[in-house]
Structure formats: C-alpha cells, structure tokens
C-alpha cells in the first residue's frame, strides 16, 4: 500500500503535444488534470494562451483553467495555494492527480511543497524597484540582482522582472541568496508517490510546430482577441499582459511596430521560451525524458510505455476500482 498520494506530472517544451497525451493519460488512469500554465489559468485569453478547448477535454475535469481576470496577479505562491485545493479533491474523489503544463517552477514548487515564507512586507522597496524597472529597464534591475546572487540571476530571465524582484526582496530581507535557499528546498523529499514525465522532441521538429501554431493563432484571430482586451482596459503593465502572443501583438496596436514584426518576434521569443523549458527540465532532478522519435510518433506507444511506468511505481493500483472515470 502506498503511503504517499500518487502525483502524475506531464510536462515539456511549448507546443511538444502535452495537451493530447494527458486526456489520453487521464482516461487510461482515472486522471482529474491540474493546468501548470501561467496563462492558461486566464479568462478571456483563449488563443495566445493555446487554452484547451471545452470539446478537446473528453470529460476530464481541469483545475486551473479559465479561472482568474486578466486584471489579477498570477504568480507561483498563488498557483501553489489553488493546486494543493485541487490536490485534495482529487484525492477525496479516489482519482489520481496529473499536473500538466510547461511552467517548470511551478511544477517544482508544488512537487517538493517549496517554502515561500517572506519576511514582513516590505511594499516601499518592491515599489522602488518596480520604479527603477520603468525607468531604466528590466535589466538594470537585474543587474541589481547579478551583484548579490549570480546563480539566481543566471537562472532569471531579466524579462521575469517578478522573479527578479522577488529574488532582491529576498535578498534584502534575510540577506541571504534565494539561489541556496531554493537548492535546500529543492533537497527536500517530495511528498508525492510521483511519476515526472518530460515529453520531448527534436529541436527542428519542435521549432516547425511553434511556427505553425502561431500561424493558426493569428488565422483563429489572435489580433482580436487581444484588440479586444486593450479596450477593456488590460494593460502591458498587467502580469496576464506579459504573456507570450499577448505583449508583441500590444506593441503592434500601440504602434511601436508593424505586424510582421510582431509576429516575427512571438515566433522567435517562443522559441527561445521553448529552449530555455527544455534548460530547466534537463536540471531537475528523478525525470524521465519521453522521446516522442523513439517512439515514432505513435501516442499509443508511448501512453502505454507511460502505463508500464506507472505500473512499476504503484501509482496505477491506486484508482484501480475507479475505471468509471
């Protein structure tokens, strides 16, 4: 008997095809799916965000999805809160949890239960920095953070000015290094039964995909989807705004470039997202790569490689009486 809660986690680069293999993953197991997506969990950002439709779902229940205005913040310490609030239904209902989603730190965040404990506010200098971020640019700011903890500013984009900044608060009110602090948390023993799925494939095959989707994002109507949240008020200092899909496409209507650019840029930038995914996967720890070639593409192959894995864990045992799902 396992004394752990099972945890089923599919994960990958933007665009590797998750989506599709976890409804698959969540009928086989008696799955409910949990989104790990940043944008996803955004009302009202249906296309950009690549939001699983309502049809494309099957039956299976998602957490996450569709919940939140663009207005408010989404951040890790929030998705860590509303994840574990879906954890335990899905445990009370007998089903088994897949978190599925391309948001590497939020996955290690709830798999290892990280502490996000902070200080006391400090409002007055995560006000200062914003400021200096406006006014200087994100890089200066993150050069701040180069001077007082290298390793978590090479691992922070200086474009993710919240994590930059959430780095610096950390910083100055403990006045240690956020990198040692996370490295001891992410030592801890996870409180899961988990089964950490990377779903990969070659990069020129990847690279091709982000192309194409972005060309059907903006046939699907991307253009008005986010003309249509600039005139209810969204802005690019909102966090739901910085979204890939969502901040190009906003440069264009405020003029600051033509549309081919601002495609141009959604097509490289969601490469390099895609590249810097696959950086991240490659450095946590207990993962097992599933590469879509050595499978030749064939999703049944690889979903029952899946359910061997799972058998061999004992995850499976567990919603073994619950195939009504």
């Not at 698959?24 to 009202?44: P, R, W």
């Not at 494309?56 to 957490?63: L, T, V, W």
Request: hydrophobic content about 40%.
């Amino acid at each position: 008997m396992m004394k752990k809660p099972p945890l089923i986690i599919l994960t990958g680069p933007t665009a590797v095809g998750k989506t599709k293999l976890s409804i698959a993953l969540a009928k086989a197991v008696g799955g409910e799916i949990i989104s790990a997506d940043s944008m996803q969990v955004y009302k009202e950002m249906d296309i950009g965000s690549a939001k699983i439709r309502k049809e494309e779902m099957n039956g299976i229940p998602h957490f996450l999805v569709d919940v939140l205005s663009p207005s408010e913040e989404f951040h890790v310490v929030k998705f860590q809160e509303m994840a574990k609030e879906a954890l335990e239904g899905i445990y009370k209902r007998g089903h088994i949890p897949i978190v599925v989603g391309g948001t590497g730190f939020y996955i290690q965040a709830l798999l290892y239960d990280i502490d996000f404990t902070k200080g006391n506010e400090d409002t007055s200098y995560r006000d200062k920095l914003e400021a200096l971020a406006k006014e200087k640019g994100c890089v200066a700011v993150h050069a701040m953070l180069k001077e007082v903890d290298e390793k978590a500013a090479m691992e922070i984009h200086p474009n993710n000015l919240k994590r930059v900044i959430r780095a610096l608060e950390f910083h100055h009110q403990t006045g240690g290094k956020i990198s040692e602090h996370n490295e001891k948390e992410r030592q801890k023993e996870s409180p899961y039964q988990f089964l950490y799925l990377v779903l990969h494939d070659e990069r020129a095959k990847l690279y091709a995909r982000i192309e194409s989707r972005i060309d059907e994002m903006i046939d699907e109507g991307l253009l008005e989807e986010v003309r249509a949240l600039k005139e209810k008020g969204y802005t690019k200092d909102m966090v739901s705004m910085q979204g890939l899909g969502y901040k190009e496409i906003l440069s264009y209507l405020d003029n600051e470039i033509s549309f081919e650019e601002a495609v141009y840029i959604l097509k490289r930038d969601t490469r390099h997202f895609a590249k810097r995914q696959i950086t991240w996967f490659k450095r946590e720890r207990d993962v097992t790569w599933i590469e879509k070639g050595a499978f030749d593409y064939d999703e049944k192959r690889i979903l029952d490689y899946i359910l061997e894995l799972l058998e061999e864990r004992g995850i499976l045992g567990y919603a073994s009486d619950r195939k009504d799902v």
